[in-house]
């Protein structure tokens, strides 16, 4: 595997490929398409479908290039007990987390709009951490399962950039993990605040981490 240099701001960054894993951020239909949680929540979901594209392209590159790569689904309980009522109480009682939409129960997992959009359906051993809040390591096992592996570098991609993106990236950041936000392969219901989430992260001399585009990291990633 070895090492790559991913161009990146505030600065390139080498890293061991082999410590390096890619994370997908809650690529649901609940966020993505129509009659879910975001369009519940008065969004327009079609702002987020520019990061598919790109994502399907890292996440080919990191398949090629045998990174670990994993992805994470926002959602709760069929029993809501995993629910805070202040989330849940934060939207019409119809449109709340656990009312029906036409994909099924609102962020509730095992329904339609709980599940990754087909087109970026993980692939069979790829691991997919079901996660109650926004940050990915909010009791979940991520950290276990990188920690066990060795992995130190993540590249982080998916939505929305300034909500689950950039707590998972706080998150990782403060338990050592050097994280790149792969910038085009994440959307956010509010362009002004996905490019102000990537300043924050690359501001201060890499304060959560840096930022990169996706044909720079699939360029370093992919083998050649
Ligand atoms: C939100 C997310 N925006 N995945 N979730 O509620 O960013």
Request: include cysteine.
């Amino acid at each position: 595997m070895g090492e790559a240099v991913i161009k990146a701001e505030p600065s390139a960054l080498r890293v061991d490929l082999a410590r390096t894993a890619l994370i997908v951020i809650d690529m649901q239909r609940d966020f993505l398409e129509p009659g879910g949680f975001g369009a519940a929540l008065g969004n327009d979901v079609s702002l987020l479908r520019s990061a598919i594209e790109p994502c399907r392209r890292v996440i080919a590159a990191a398949r090629a290039g045998k990174l670990l790569v994993l992805h994470t689904r926002e959602g709760h309980r069929p029993d809501m007990s995993d629910a805070p009522p202040a989330k849940v109480e934060r939207a019409e009682p119809q449109l709340r987390i656990g009312a029906r939409g036409p994909m099924g129960r609102i962020l509730i997992r095992g329904e339609q709009g709980h599940d990754i959009i087909p087109e970026l359906a993980p692939s069979g051993d790829e691991p997919v951490i079901d996660k109650p809040g926004k940050g990915a390591f909010y009791q979940t096992d991520l950290e276990a399962m990188l920690r066990n592996r060795g992995i130190v570098n993540l590249l982080v991609c998916g939505v929305t950039t300034e909500v689950c993106v950039h707590t998972t990236i706080r998150e990782a950041n403060d338990r050592g993990f050097r994280c790149i936000a792969v910038a085009d392969a994440c959307a956010s219901y509010f362009p002004a605040f996905h490019k102000v989430a990537l300043d924050m992260v690359k501001a201060q001399g890499g304060i959560f981490g840096w930022v990169a585009g996706s044909e720079d990291v699939c360029a370093a990633i992919a083998p050649s």
